[in-house]
C-alpha cells in the first residue's frame, strides 16, 4: 500500500533517523505484552487496556523484499490482501475501520510484510473476523490481481523520484528494490497461490493486539485459522546477503537537477553486539549532518547510513550535490569532508551521549502505553528490531568511551571499502526520464 511504512518508512526512516520519543511515566507492569505459541503455531503478543476506545491489531509474516524469489511477489500480495477475501470485500475493510474512525494499513519491507487493522471496540469482532478473511482466504481474482499489478506499478513510478536523490544507497546498500515493471507483470495467479501458501501458514504468523478486547475470544478465532490453500511447510531460509563493492565504482545517469552523488562505505564482518551498537550510535547522532551559507542561499547535507543483515554490518556516509556542477577539483574536497566527518565522533562526551539516549529509550518505552495504537508499534518496533529498543539496554548501559576507541580504531581508521560517484550525464533543463 502507500503509505509512510512501505519501502520509504521502513528504509530511510531506519537508515537516517530513530523514532521520536515522549518523556511521560507509567509503571513497568503496564508495558508488558502477554506472549502465548498456539496449537496451530501462530504467535500471539497482546495486551488489554480497559476502556480504550481502538483495539490495533498487526498480523506479521517474516517473508520480504529480501527473500522473495519472484521479484515484486511479496509486495503485490500486501495489496492483494487489502482487497478482502472469504466473503469479505474492500467495502467491508473499510466499514470496520476507516468509516468508523479507524484505519488500515500495511507495508512489504526488506525483511517482512505487515498487515495492520485500528477498529473502535464495538467493532473489534466484526474487524476481526473481516482482517482474518482477508489475510488466511485472500481472494486472488484475475480481476483484482489486474488491477493491484496496475496500482504496484504506479507506485513504482511514484517512488521513483524519491528514490533519485539516494539512488546510490538504494542501489548498493539496498538492493533487494530490484523489481519493475516488467517483472510486477509476470507474475501469474498460481505463483500468488504458491507463495500464499507457502508463506501464509499460521506457524509463520505472529499477530500483536492492544486495546479493550477478550483475549480468550481472540485466542478462539485463531486457533482455527489455516490457510485457504491448503497446509504446506514454510522453509526456514537463511537472509539474501551481499557484498559493497571493493575499490571505486563511477556510473552515469540522468539524475537532473542533482550534480552528482557520492557514497563512501565500509563493510564488516561478525562485529560484536557492543561495536554495532556504537556504530549505531554514531548514526544516530550524527545522522544528518549540515552545512548552511544563508548569504549565499548554499548548503551541504551528509547522511550516516548504517545496516545489519545477517552476519555483516554496513556504515556509509553519503553525500548529494545540489549546487555545484561536478569537477575532479569539487569531488576530492567532498571526499577529504567525508573522511573528516569521522573525527567528529570523538568531539563528543560518549559517556553523556550514552546516558541521555538510555533516558530517551526508557521514556520512549513508557509512552507506549499512552494508547492502543502506540503500544502495539513499539511492540512492533520491537519484534523488528530495527531501531534501538529497550532490549538494547544491557548493552547499551555496558558501553564505554573505551569502546568507541576501540571501533574507531579497528574500522574507520583505515580507507573505506567502496566509493561510489554517481555523475549527472544529462543537460541540464531535460525531464527526468
Given amino acids: 500500500m502507500t503509505n509512510n511504512k512501505r519501502i520509504i518508512g521502513w528504509g530511510l526512516l531506519l537508515l537516517f533517523i530513530l523514532m521520536p520519543f515522549s518523556t511521560e511515566a507509567a ?24 476502556d480504550e476506545p481502538l483495539v490495533s491489531m498487526y498480523t ?6 529480501n527473500k522473495e524469489k519472484t521479484k515484486g511477489i511479496a509486495h503485490l500480495m500486501e495489496h492483494l490482501v487489502f482487497r478482502g477475501g472469504y466473503g469479505y470485500g474492500f467495502g467491508d475493510i473499510a466499514a470496520v475501520t476507516s468509516r468508523k474512525g479507524g484505519y488500515f494499513n500495511g507495508f512489504t519491507s526488506f525483511d517482512v510484510t505487515a498487515y495492520n487493522y485500528v477498529s473502535p471496540k464495538e467493532k473489534f469482532e466484526e474487524a476481526f473476523k473481516v482482517f482474518n478473511g482477508s489475510i488466511w482466504n ?24 524519491g528514490h533519485l536523490p539516494y539512488y546510490p544507497v538504494y542501489r548498493y546498500f539496498y538492493p533487494e528494490i530490484s523489481y519493475t515493471k516488467e517483472t510486477v507483470d509476470a507474475i501469474s495467479a498460481q505463483d500468488l497461490r504458491e507463495f500464499h501458501q507457502t508463506y501464509y501458514q499460521p506457524g509463520n504468523a505472529t499477530y500483536i493486539l492492544a486495546g479493550d478486547f477478550d483475549p480468550q475470544i481472540v485466542i478462539a478465532q485463531l486457533e482455527q485459522v489455516t490457510n485457504g490453500f491448503g497446509e504446506s511447510e514454510t ?7 551481499f557484498n559493497l563493492p571493493v575499490g571505486e565504482i563511477v556510473e552515469k545517469r540522468n539524475i537532473y537537477p542533482y550534480h552528482y552523488q557520492l557514497l563512501m562505505g565500509y563493510e564488516m564482518e561478525g562485529i560484536s553486539e557492543a561495536d554495532r551498537m556504537v556504530i549505531k550510535l554514531l548514526a544516530y547522532n550524527y545522522g544528518l549532518n549540515y552545512r548552511i551559507d544563508y548569504y549565499k ?24 550535490e545540489r549546487d555545484q556542477e561536478y569537477s575532479e577539483e ?59 529498543t ?12 573505551k569502546d568507541l576507541e576501540r571501533v574507531m580504531q579497528q574500522y574507520f581508521s ?13 543537460e541540464e533543463g531535460k525531464s527526468i526520464e
Fill in 27 to 50: 509503571p513497568k507492569k503496564e508495558l508488558e505484552f502477554t506472549e502465548v505459541k498456539l496449537n496451530n503455531g501462530i504467535t500471539l503478543k497482546y495486551k488489554v487496556l480497559k
Fill in 60 to 65: 506479521v509474516f517474516p517473508i520480504g523484499m
Fill in 138 to 161: 485472500t481472494d486472488l481474482s484475475e480481476t483484482l490481481i489486474a488491477l493491484e499489478r496496475k496500482i504496484v506499478v504506479h507506485e513504482l513510478d511514484m517512488d521513483y523520484e
Fill in 235 to 241: 522453509p526456514k531460509e537463511d537472509l539474501v546477503e
Fill in 297 to 320: 542561499n548554499q548548503y551541504k547535507f551528509y547522511y550516516t547510513i548504517t545496516r545489519t543483515l545477517g552476519n555483516k554490518d554496513f556504515f556509509g556516509i553519503y553525500y548529494l
Fill in 330 to 388: 569539487n569531488l576530492m574536497a567532498e571526499k577529504e569532508r567525508m573522511i573528516n566527518f569521522f573525527r567528529q565522533f570523538k568531539k563528543g562526551d560518549f559517556k553523556e551521549q550514552v546516558t541521555n539516549f538510555i533516558e530517551l529509550i526508557e521514556l520512549e518505552q513508557v509512552s507506549s502505553v499512552k494508547s492502543a495504537v502506540d503500544a502495539v508499534e513499539y511492540e512492533l518496533q520491537r519484534l523488528l528490531d530495527g531501531s534501538i
Fill in 390 to 401: 529497550v532490549d538494547d539496554l544491557p548493552v547499551l548501559k555496558n558501553l564505554s568511551v
Fill in 414 to 426: 583505515k580507507p573505506p571499502q567502496t566509493w561510489i560517484l554517481v555523475n549527472n550525464q544529462e
